[in-house]
């Protein structure tokens, strides 16, 4: 079965073209990666997948279900870690994954057991009644992770999962992760870490919200490179250029350095 | 939308925002803190201090005259503190794990209006703590109709917030919120000076004709010994126009025994407002959604 599918998918901010006629297809149980320069459309595409953002034209099916029309059944059916922690920094780790239980609609005999197996899972049962504030970038991701798998999504999106991680917890991600590919589950990520693209089974490079580059990473060095050596890191400069890709900053990379400097009610 | 709110899992969402909203509130001991310390600078500094020089208010102290004004001033502060929070929610928080899931928002929306107006209550029940001291007596009957009147107001105002937050993209800080919006409404609603009030006994009628027909064109008349202030009709116009007057109106009716607006009125701008800004967040939320 196809997990996902798009169909010219595209997305435009104003005049600003983010995702421009996306073309698609991941097959159900395949770890995807999709790379790309800063403001390639990786986000922008996410978005659309994970019903956060409507598409300008085109169309995208999740595990069989339009994302516009029948969004209430794509995000019952799918998990997400986003770029950058989603859990409130007041509440404990028990507590997190309580309103996340609820929001699901978990039934409420089952909550209590799913919250144990969740924190067990996450190696987190003995932080579980501490404020998430106090945590460390690992135990957040970590945590998060088992959010996201809390109500036993048949997909995983992960968007940049890495970021802010050192290497002992960004391994220990790796290995969750690799753990749940074992039981079948389909993975999309997208990252700038190209040697985690190395694992999936097929990358897909974006640029300036076209598609550049689409298959396995041996592929792609075959075709790109000429050989199967080298790095994926090569296959990507290769196809989008050495050039910086500089962004403005957004709202929300202001709102974080707020926060860094200890703003008021940013917690 | 009204089909989703009654699965019956849509119960526990606006239960466990409602536990969120409490559940923060009890974690941050600076919002309790914040709601003592105004407590005691509005009611016991400023209170003591301009009652020193004002004698009184239509027959109340001065203390007495800011006391459920500033019970309103509370709730302004814990209502707006609970919907601004969707701010952060939006950027850096919970509130994209909430748009991702199935949950109903309206639910959610109803979750965060109890909870915000929980908290308000509670911020808004500290200077029952200090009635005693500046000699405001309340009834049971009137302490319950005090404590209606301060929820329903709660959700009035976290729902006012939760539109205002919904339309904010950037954000430095709660001092603009408090500067520009709580302030305002507060000073702007009766709260701390009278719309028309008897201030003082001392003798009008001793003061020289010429004069006294000075003062009546400034706006000062005479009843019996005590001078009638009338405001600038300016300031009367924002204080008509802003909804916590009217809110607080009742609650001064319920605390203190006396009413500047007409009973009615006040309920009918209260309720309208209630239904308003419910709707409103409602709305809002809702629209959070749809990208």
Request: charged share 20%.
């Amino acid at each position: 079965m196809v997990a996902i599918r798009c169909a010219g998918l595209s997305r435009r901010f104003g005049s600003l073209v983010a995702v421009a006629g996306l073309d698609l297809e991941v097959e159900e149980g395949e770890f995807f990666a999709l790379l790309g320069p800063n403001g390639a459309g990786k986000t922008t595409t996410l978005y659309m997948l994970i019903t956060l953002l409507s598409p300008s034209e085109g169309e995208a099916y999740v595990l069989g279900r339009h994302v516009v029309r029948e969004a209430e059944a794509v995000r019952r059916s799918i998990g997400i870690v986003f770029q950058d922690p989603v859990l409130d920094e007041r509440l404990t780790a028990w507590e997190n994954l309580e309103v996340y239980a609820f929001l699901y609609g978990l039934p409420l005999k089952v909550i209590r057991g799913a919250i144990l197996e969740a924190l067990a899972w996450a190696s987190l049962e003995e932080a579980a009644h501490r404020p998430v504030r106090t945590f460390s970038g690992g135990m957040k991701r970590r945590l998060e992770l088992a959010r996201a798998l809390m109500h036993k999504p048949r997909l995983l999106f992960l968007d940049e999962p890495s970021l802010g991680l050192d290497p002992q917890g960004r391994r220990q991600l790796w290995e969750k992760v690799q753990a749940l590919r074992q039981e079948g589950l389909t993975v999309f990520l997208t990252t700038h870490y190209l040697l985690e693209a190395e694992a999936a089974d097929r990358v897909g490079i974006l640029d300036r919200g076209r598609l550049v580059a689409l298959g396995s990473p041996k592929e792609l060095k075959r075709r790109v490179l000429g050989q199967e050596e080298g790095s994926l890191e090569e296959v990507f400069l290769a196809l989008t250029g050495r050039g910086l890709r500089d962004e403005e900053v957004s709202p929300k990379e202001r709102f974080l350095s707020y926060r860094k400097r200890g703003g008021e009610h940013s917690r | 939308m009204i089909r989703e709110v009654a699965r019956p899992w849509a119960v526990g969402v606006v239960w466990i925002f409602w536990k969120r909203e409490v559940l923060r509130y009890l974690r941050d001991r600076s919002q309790a803190f914040g709601g003592v310390s105004r407590t005691v600078l509005w009611l016991l500094i400023l209170g003591y201090g301009l009652g020193a020089s004002f004698r009184d208010i239509e027959g109340y102290t001065y203390s007495q005259y800011v006391f459920p004004g500033v019970m309103v001033l509370n709730v302004l502060f814990a209502g707006l503190q609970s919907a601004i929070v969707l701010v952060w929610d939006r950027e850096v928080g919970l509130l994209r794990a909430v748009l991702v899931s199935p949950a109903p928002m309206l639910a959610v929306a109803l979750g965060k209006l109890l909870g915000g107006a929980t908290v308000a209550l509670i911020q808004g029940s500290i200077p029952l703590l200090f009635a005693p001291l500046v000699g405001v007596s309340l009834s049971l009957k009137g302490l319950l109709l005090a404590w209606l009147i301060v929820f329903t107001l709660g959700i009035m105002v976290t729902g006012f917030g939760v539109v205002l937050a919904s339309r904010m993209r950037n954000f430095e800080g709660f001092g603009s919120i408090s500067n520009g919006v709580i302030q305002p409404l507060y000073f702007l609603s009766g709260s701390i000076f009278p719309l028309k009030g008897v201030v003082g006994g001392v003798g009008f009628l001793d003061i020289p004709e010429a004069l006294r027909a000075e003062l009546e064109r400034l706006g000062i008349h005479t009843i019996g010994g005590g001078w009638v202030v009338e405001l600038p009709l300016w300031l009367k116009a924002l204080v008509y126009a802003n909804p916590i007057s009217y809110a607080l109106d009742l609650l001064r009716y319920v605390t203190l025994g006396y009413a500047q607006l007409p009973l009615g009125l006040s309920l009918g701008v209260m309720l309208l407002c209630f239904v308003l800004t419910s709707l409103g967040a409602s709305w809002a939320m809702g629209q959070m959604r749809k990208g």
